[in-house]
């Protein structure tokens, strides 16, 4: 079964909303959007190189796929020819018809779907940004990696990467670095239940 693997910009009180730009996603009133923006460095563009540069499937939500779609076929930076040849799955219940090539729209039970996919031969599932889809892969217990770029910014409000849908879960920290700007980039895959313990005295 193939990995499925979650890259995502987060603020460090956990939002990931509009991290490029200010007209990235301002739904609910959100005006902060590139928030992410001034804090690349030469640490983080090598570590986003190495986070794509094996093979790798797109799944993505509607409204991220559209921004990728509208900017990357265009695009001659680094990483926009891995972006363009990959296979994308989009979750989306009002896309019909997709124009970014090897483009597909997966169907209404999303959970379904994902595992599917995670059965099927292929590269890893790679998630980016895509915040509504995520709260139903986090519900599904689909996730097996989270690869967190933490941002040193508060935002106070905004759309989270982790809502009330998640599931327990214990985690285990396999890699991390940390850019000149401050910017924490760890990487951590599932490992079994939440362990319980007391600092109670006996």
Do not use: C
């Not at 460095?41 to 540069?53: P, S």
């Not at 409204?63 to 989306?92: C, M, Q």
């Not at 995670?118 to 519900?139: D, F």
């Amino acid at each position: 079964m193939r990995k499925l693997v979650v890259n995502t910009f987060l603020s460090l009180d956990g939002i990931m909303q509009a991290p490029g730009g200010p007209e990235e996603d301002p739904t609910g009133g959100f005006e902060l959007g590139g928030w992410s923006v001034t804090y690349w460095d030469e640490v983080m563009a090598e570590k986003m190189t190495e986070l794509m540069g094996d093979d790798f499937d797109l799944l993505l939500g509607r409204r991220t796929y559209e921004i990728f779609a509208a900017y990357w076929p265009n695009s001659e930076e680094s990483g926009a020819d891995e972006l363009n040849s990959a296979k994308k799955f989009v979750a989306s219940r009002t896309l019909t018809d997709p124009t970014w090539e090897n483009s597909t729209v997966i169907g209404d039970d999303v959970e379904a779907e994902v595992r599917a996919l995670k059965e099927a031969e292929g590269p890893e599932i790679q998630v980016h940004g895509s915040a509504n889809l995520l709260q139903t892969l986090l519900a599904s217990d689909v996730v097996d990696e989270l690869r967190l770029l933490i941002f040193p910014v508060i935002l106070g409000k905004g759309k989270r990467l982790f809502g009330d849908r998640a599931l327990p879960a214990g985690l285990e920290l396999v890699d991390s670095a940390t850019s000149s700007t401050g910017v924490s980039i760890n990487t951590y895959r599932r490992a079994g239940e939440v362990p319980i313990g007391s600092f109670a005295m006996d």
